[in-house]
């Protein structure tokens, strides 16, 4: 599979890039307890306040950069474009660029009905589509989306929907919420939402650990809504000594080259091979990530891949983008240390992400 996709060891070619997921900010008005953004319930002060201007558009995503792209998916490891004033304008600026798809992904809990009718509008192609993250009823979705307001969610996805908007409902399953899987996909069918998906977390593992956390929510009961990875963890614990050997010795079946030569933009225009990866200067995962996050600022200086003051040539010529990253996860003889757990992670025998197959299902409604 690597050797299909990698025929050297560059990870990305930008006239073949597909694929651009966007991390447009770190604002959002909700609280979700295992969200990346929160610490003990607040928002975590090691993330700056930042968000993606139109000029940052237009200078990053255009046609001269990516002139094969065709999807821009919307969706924060950290924040929601929709508590964005330059959001909207950034949409409408995409949309010119004739791409085959947007996708973002949303709480939904913010904004008027006015608003969103208007990113019907702007969201008016075929393969468009909003995915609202709502996990559960009335009584229920708040206890994880904490500060949501289900009143707001309700007359917004109602104006988004009656104006033509294609809509996916995803819902997350906790203890508190897994009774209510039959009537949430009820609800969402009346509503006129062409999908409904119900997603398994993993964020009850401390993965690098192989524990189990403890959070203020609970995990589901009910065996077949809880997330792979504590199956994985079993087989991976009788195969390798401890975490360490693990992210050694894992192959890596990249997911984001399965993309298209997909890419991450982060909401300071800096350009990572993935979600995952987008993370580890500010949540590393581990002291081995961490590390490497260290290796690649000292080498090549902290905004070695920013788009705002760099060219996307130079970004994916940097030495990380052009050999290191993908030699770091085939030379098993060779191990250094530069392969990232991250990568082992979500990408390994372990597949981490509660966006895999593994851990969801979708339903046309
Ligand atoms: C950080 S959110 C940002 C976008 C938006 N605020 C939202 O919640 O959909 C990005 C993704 O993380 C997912 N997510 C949030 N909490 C999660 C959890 N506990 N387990 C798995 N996925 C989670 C959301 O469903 C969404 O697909």
Same mark, same amino acid.
């Given at each position: 599979?690597?050797?299909?996709?990698?025929?050297?060891?560059?990870?990305?070619?930008?006239? @073949? %890039?597909?694929?651009?997921?966007?991390?447009?900010?770190?604002?959002?008005?909700?609280?979700?307890?295992?969200?990346?953004?929160?610490?003990?319930?607040?928002?975590?002060?090691?993330?700056?306040?930042?968000?993606?201007?139109?000029?940052?558009?237009?200078?990053?995503?255009?046609?001269?950069?990516?002139?094969?792209?065709?999807?821009?998916?919307? #969706?924060?490891?950290? =924040?929601?474009?929709?508590?964005?004033?330059?959001?909207?304008?950034?949409?409408?600026? !995409?949309?010119?660029?004739?791409?085959?798809?947007?996708?973002? /992904?949303?709480?939904?809990? &913010?904004?008027?009905?006015?608003?969103?009718?208007?990113?019907?509008?702007?969201?008016?192609?075929?393969?468009?589509?909003?995915?609202?993250?709502?996990?559960?009823?009335?009584?229920?979705?708040?206890?994880?989306?904490?500060?949501?307001?289900?009143?707001?969610?309700?007359?917004? %996805?109602?104006?988004?929907?009656?104006? =033509?908007?294609?809509?996916?409902?995803? &819902?997350?399953?906790?203890?508190?919420?897994?009774?209510?899987?039959?009537? %949430?996909?009820?609800?969402?069918?009346? &509503?006129?939402?062409?999908?409904?998906?119900? @997603?398994?977390?993993?964020?009850?593992?401390?993965?690098?650990?192989?524990?189990?956390? @403890?959070?203020? /929510?609970?995990?589901?009961?009910?065996?077949?809504?809880?997330?792979? %990875?504590?199956?994985?963890?079993?087989?991976?614990?009788?195969?390798?000594?401890?975490?360490?050997?693990? /992210?050694?010795?894992?192959?890596?079946?990249?997911?984001?080259?399965?993309?298209?030569?997909?890419?991450?933009?982060?909401?300071? =225009?800096?350009?990572?091979?993935?979600?995952?990866?987008?993370?580890?200067?500010?949540?590393?995962?581990?002291?081995?990530?961490?590390? &490497?996050h260290k290796n690649l600022v000292t080498e090549y200086g902290e905004y070695f891949n920013c788009?705002?003051?760099k060219?996307? @040539?130079e970004v994916?010529n940097n030495k990380w983008f052009k050999?290191e !990253?993908?030699?770091?996860?085939?030379?098993?003889?060779?191990?250094?240390?530069?392969?990232?757990?991250?990568?082992?992670?979500? #990408?390994?025998?372990?597949?981490?992400?509660?966006?895999?197959?593994?851990?969801?299902?979708?339903?046309?409604?």
């Open positions: 599979m690597l050797k299909d996709l990698f025929k050297d060891y560059r990870y990305a070619d930008a006239k @073949k %890039v597909e694929y651009l997921q966007v991390d447009h900010t770190t604002f959002c008005n909700l609280l979700c307890p295992q969200c990346g953004r929160v610490y003990n319930g607040k928002f975590d002060s090691v993330l700056p306040r930042k968000e993606l201007s139109l000029d940052d558009y237009k200078k990053i995503i255009n046609r001269d950069n990516f002139p094969n792209l065709k999807r821009v998916f919307f #969706c924060g490891n950290f =924040g929601d474009a929709i508590a964005s004033d330059t959001f909207l304008p950034a949409l409408k600026y !995409l949309k010119t660029l004739g791409l085959e798809r947007i996708d973002l /992904v949303t709480s939904g809990s &913010m904004r008027d009905a006015d608003w969103w009718r208007e990113v019907a509008k702007v969201l008016n192609g075929k393969k468009d589509l909003v995915v609202f993250s709502i996990d559960g009823l009335e009584d229920t979705n708040h206890i994880y989306r904490v500060n949501s307001n289900w009143k707001t969610i309700m007359r917004n %996805v109602t104006a988004f929907i009656e104006t =033509g908007g294609r809509a996916r409902w995803d &819902m997350l399953v906790f203890k508190h919420n897994e009774h209510q899987v039959e009537d %949430v996909r009820k609800l969402a069918k009346e &509503m006129g939402f062409i999908r409904f998906s119900v @997603k398994r977390t993993n964020r009850f593992v401390e993965i690098k650990d192989f524990e189990e956390l @403890k959070e203020k /929510v609970e995990k589901p009961k009910e065996e077949k809504n809880k997330g792979s %990875v504590v199956k994985e963890l079993e087989k991976v614990k009788e195969t390798y000594k401890d975490w360490n050997e693990y /992210v050694d010795k894992t192959s890596i079946n990249c997911k984001f080259k399965a993309h298209g030569d997909g890419l991450f933009l982060d909401f300071e =225009g800096k350009l990572w091979p993935c979600t995952w990866l987008a993370g580890i200067g500010y949540k590393p995962l581990d002291k081995r990530t961490e590390q &490497m788009l705002k003051s060219s996307l @040539k994916l050999k !990253l993908v030699k770091s996860w085939r030379d098993f003889d060779h191990i250094d240390k530069k392969k990232s757990s991250v990568c082992a992670m979500n #990408c390994g025998e372990i597949s981490y992400t509660s966006s895999s197959e593994k851990n969801r299902s979708f339903e046309e409604l």
